[in-house]
T-cell receptor, first 113, second 111 residues
Framework: AQSVTQLGSHVSVSEGALVLLRCNYS??????LFWYVQYPNQGLQLLLK??????LVKGINGFEAEFKKSETSFHLTKPSAHMSDAAEYFC???????????FGAGTTVTVRA | NAGVTQTPKFRILKIGQSMTLQCTQD?????MYWYRQDPGMGLKLIYY???????DKGEVPNGYNVSRSTTEDFPLRLELAAPSQTSVYFC??????????FGDGTRLSIL
């Protein structure tokens, strides 16, 4: 069975500062990894995904994530935060291509002007 | 393209009442999913379907039922509503080898 741990339920950053959201996973088979964003009163929107191949994955809105198998991590970063990045972010894992997702508890990002 | 559409957006139920949360998608996706989202808990999978006529339990199926008579629709039924089922419910769908697309959710309160 797979699981996800997101370190830090709340992250506050200044506008223009680095955004770093941490995600560690466990999986008994090579994982597929995802980051989703949720804005208030909306559903989840896919930011990026890792399935196979290049371990540095670029997504929408300037976000990227790196798959590190040795550390079982898939941390999400954005070099310069915008006010519009304020949202809740979820890391998720599936055991290969079955796409049955297990989600982390989420990290709420606030951006200070 | 409407994507994944969930109705209603909000609902208040009394304990013991029943209701059906509707989910429909117009993308001809074969896979569909129901999740519940509780504060600080992430999303938990309730039921999923790999195609019309086929459904299976997820992590938290107790108290819920589903059916999948068509490719487009995947309703979730609560038979005897309990306070523990107060949550936000999300429906999602996907094509083979593609990530899930989510609806905007149904906020359900049971009092």
């Amino acid at each position: 069975a797979q699981s996800v741990t997101q370190l830090g339920s709340h992250v506050s950053v200044s506008e223009g500062a680095l955004v770093l959201l941490r995600c560690n996973y466990s999986s008994s088979v090579p994982p597929y990894l995802f980051w989703y964003v949720q804005y208030p009163n909306q559903g989840l929107q896919l930011l990026l995904k890792y399935t196979t191949g290049a371990t540095l994955v670029k997504g929408i809105n300037g976000f990227e994530a790196e798959f590190k198998k040795s550390e079982t991590s898939f941390h999400l970063t954005k070099p310069s935060a915008h006010m519009s990045d304020a949202a809740e972010y979820f890391c998720a894992v599936s055991e290969g291509n079955d796409y049955k997702l297990s989600f982390g508890a989420g990290t709420t990002v606030t951006v200070r002007a | 393209n409407a994507g994944v559409t969930q109705t209603p957006k909000f609902r208040i139920l009394k304990i013991g009442q029943s209701m059906t949360l509707q989910c429909t998608q117009d993308m001809n996706h074969n896979y569909m999913y129901w999740y519940r989202q509780d504060p600080g808990m992430g999303l938990k999978l309730i039921y999923y379907s790999v195609g019309a006529g086929i459904t299976d339990k997820g992590e938290v199926p107790n108290g819920y039922n589903v059916s999948r008579s068509t490719t487009e629709d995947f309703p979730l039924r609560l038979e005897l509503a309990a306070p523990s089922q107060t949550s936000v419910y999300f429906c999602a769908s996907r094509k083979t080898n593609q990530p899930q697309h989510f609806g905007d959710g149904t906020r359900l309160s049971i009092l």
